[in-house]
């Protein structure tokens, strides 16, 4: 049983950047997709919005056209830690956030598709 535990976010300014960072308590989280969704105020868990996920190679990568360019997901699997850069932060990218694991390959945009959760960090954007 893979567990994940996020951290990083906090309050900022329209135009702030932050790093937020997923941990895995298994080494076996590098042969997993690692995807970061987010949860926005008001919006219940089946509506969890894709950000970017990123494949157990360290390379290949897929991002929402909302965080695209913006955000920026990268892995180090010798740390069994993954990251998600936010730059230029909007006060709609207010949200949970949350790193999200699975084994799979298909539907990887698809919050179902995904086994393994952490209980996510809260990222507050003020215009």
């Known amino acids: 049983q893979v567990q994940l535990r996020e951290s990083g976010g906090r309050q900022v300014q329209s135009g702030d950047s932050l790093r937020l960072t997923c941990v895995a308590s298994e080494r076996t989280f590098s042969t997993f997709t690692v995807a970061w969704f987010r949860q926005a105020p008001g919006k219940e868990r089946e509506e969890r919005e894709f950000v970017g996920l990123i494949k157990w190679n360290e390379v290949e990568t897929l991002y929402s056209e909302s965080v695209k360019g913006r955000f920026t997901i990268s892995r180090d699997n010798a740390k069994a830690t993954a990251y998600l850069q936010t730059n230029g932060l909007k006060p709609e990218d207010t949200a949970v956030y949350y790193c999200?694991?699975?084994?799979?390959?298909?539907?990887?945009?698809?919050?179902?598709?995904?086994?393994?959760w952490g209980r996510g960090t809260q990222v507050t954007v003020s215009s």
């Open positions: 999200a694991a699975t084994i799979g390959a298909l539907a990887l945009t698809s919050p179902k598709s995904y086994t393994y």
